[in-house]
Every structure is written in C-alpha cells, then in structure tokens.
C-alpha cells in the first residue's frame, strides 16, 4: 500500500510502498476514506530531535482518521465489512484510571510512550490503517469519511474544552475564539450548537474571518496593533467570558489576557509554545489560565452524534496522497482554510 512516512525526524516525510496490515487477533484493519493533516504533524517533522520523545521515526503520519471497515480479526464482534467508523486516535496505557474512562487524552503514563496513531505508530495516510483495539472506532452512519476525518481531533479537541467552560457562557456572554483555522472554524460551530454566546473570531487572515462568519461568528477582527481594544469595543466594554486561544503564542496568550474579565477562563489551546509572566496582579481576579489537550472516546462519540445531527461540519480542502506534501507546504504559508484532509 502507499504511505506516507516519515523517516526521521527534521525532514519532510516520503510516499512509499508498505505491505498492507493484517489483523490480528481483537484488532481491525480500516479503509482509510480521510486522514486530517494538523499543525502537530508539522510540529513533530520540524521541531522534534533524536531523543525528545520515547517515541521515533520511522513512522506514518496522521491521527485524525475515517474510512470503512475493511477486514476483521478474530473474536471482534458487532462490526462489519464496509461500515463507515472514525478512530479515536489516542493511544494510553489502557490500565490506568484516565484509560478505563475512555480519557486516554489524561493517561497517567501517556509520556512513557506513543500517544497516538501518527506520533510514533503508524497513522492515517496510507491506504489502510491498523486498529488495535475496535473501541476506538465510532460508528459515523452516513457520513462521508472524508468530511469526519478532521472532528476526530480539530473536532473533538474544542468539544471538549467548551464542554468544561459551558457554565460561562450563559445569555449575554462573549467568547472570543483565536485563530479561526482547523480547529476555530470548528470550535465557532460546537459554540454555536452548545451555548448562547456571542462568538467573536480574531486572526491574521481575512480568508480565514470570512470562514468564521460563514460558520456563525457574530463579529471578527483581524490582527492589528489595535485588536485588545476592537475585542473590547466589541464585548461592548464588558472583556471576554471565555477565551479559546488555538494558537497559544505569546503575543495571542497577552491578547487574550487584554480582555479578560474577573472570573473568566482563559484556555489555550494551541501548540505555539508561548509563555505568560503570570504573579497575583497579573490578570484580574479569578481568572482561569489554563490549556487542554485533545478529549476523550465518549466526547469523540458525542461530536460524531452533532455531526449526525448537521449542527457541525468541517470545512475541508481535500488532498490525494500524491499531494500530502504539498498540503503540508501550504499549512506552514497559511494558505489553507478549515482543514487539510488526504484521502488516499
């Protein structure tokens, strides 16, 4: 089958020829239909050295995935050949408190090891894919893989977050949602169908603003020396409930400080590494600063259920394998709206 693969670490992965995976015993092998591409995947290619990580090259990336049962191992029962599935990418311990409640996100040994399909074991994009545990996969009914791939993570991932902050955003509340790319477009949907919260949307691009209010944020603003003061002005002077930073650089984390009110949450989200000077006076008085990591198999099983529901849809740009590279080159230039997703 082709894949594409990363060889080591600080280089670009490589299309190549693998033999296709048999399973085993409890596992299942998928028909790969979507594989998401994530600004993680280029973080791990370009940023990642020989020895950060219990974890290496060679490996195939992806870990946002969907596709169509394709064979069966023994003793798994209640799938079937040609049923549509996401996968719940994480991989934990399995034996842990976190594991056993389906929060593999949260594994207490999740550092000893690959923590997921993509990031050490071998990912989505491929022709097939090995599931080792059928719990992992989601039963997605009529939905195109394609379309699901993303909600697996870009999905999931602020499913979760606006989860714990829901008790914030009550009528008449703001949530300001940073960077509106894979995961914003998604998070301003999973707003919209969960709360009652004016969504404002912040990012460098217009392409991407323009996305947001066709995915129903109430108001955008583009990056400017200016923008602590336009997020103000449009809370009407009152700052933000709630914060999803889905960058997490340290001029977006300050942005995200400028507007906040007593008692709100600042969540960031994103991977950019930034860092926040933080003492008492630092932010106004119980403010939650705080990040989130992905989610968990049942709130996987809960995104799929809106999706099914055509309250969330991710905005994708589909890619063949062929192309992954290319796709990849133009995450890093910015120039993709919503979601990348390779469909082999």
């Known amino acids: 089958m082709r894949a594409l693969q990363l060889k080591s670490f600080q280089s670009d992965p490589e299309l190549v020829d693998l033999p296709e995976p048999e399973p085993g015993p409890g596992q299942v092998v998928i028909k790969v239909g979507g594989a998401g591409a994530c600004h993680s995947d280029l973080h791990v290619m370009r940023e990642f050295a020989e020895g950060m990580a219990p974890w290496g090259p ?3 990336l992806g870990h946002e995935a969907a596709g169509w049962v394709h064979r069966i191992g023994s003793g798994v029962r ?12 994480l991989l934990g311990c399995g034996h842990c408190k976190p594991c056993a409640a389906g929060a593999e996100n949260l594994c207490e040994h999740g550092m000893e090891g690959p923590p997921g399909i993509g990031f050490g074991v071998d990912g989505a994009m491929a022709e097939y894919l090995l599931i080792s545990d059928p719990r992992r996969l989601v039963p997605i009914g009529d939905l195109d893989p394609a379309d699901v791939a993303p909600l697996t993570d870009a999905g999931l991932t602020p499913y979760r977050v606006i989860k714990k902050v829901q008790p914030k955003l009550t ?3 703001h949530a300001v949602v940073i960077g509106a790319g894979g995961l914003g477009h998604l998070a301003i949907q999973i707003l919209g169908a969960m709360t009652p919260a004016t969504v404002i949307a912040v990012d460098t691009r217009e392409s991407a603003l323009a996305l947001a209010r066709q995915v129903g944020a109430a108001a955008t603003v583009q990056t400017s020396d200016n923008t602590a003061q336009e997020l103000k002005d449009a809370t009407e002077g ?29 969540v960031v989200i994103g991977a950019a590494g930034g860092q926040f000077a933080w003492n008492f006076y630092a932010l106004p008085y119980e ?4 990040t989130s990591f992905w989610g968990t198999l049942p709130e996987l099983h809960e995104v799929i259920a809106l999706a099914r529901q ?33 469909v082999p």
């Open 58 to 60: 060679p490996f195939v």
């Open 238 to 266: 009152a700052g933000a409930d709630v914060v999803l930073d889905f960058v997490g650089s340290a001029p977006t984390i300050a942005l995200g400080a400028a507007v906040a009110k007593p008692g709100m949450d600042l």
């Open 171 to 173: 009528p008449g509340s």
């Open 310 to 342: 055509n309250k969330v849809k991710a905005h994708v740009q589909r890619f063949p394998l062929d192309e992954a590279r290319h796709a990849y080159e133009l995450m890093e230039k910015g120039q993709l709206d919503g979601r990348a997703v390779i």
């Open 287 to 290: 403010v939650s600063l705080t």
């Open 78 to 89: 209640n799938y079937e050949h040609g049923q549509p599935v996401a996968v719940y990418g």
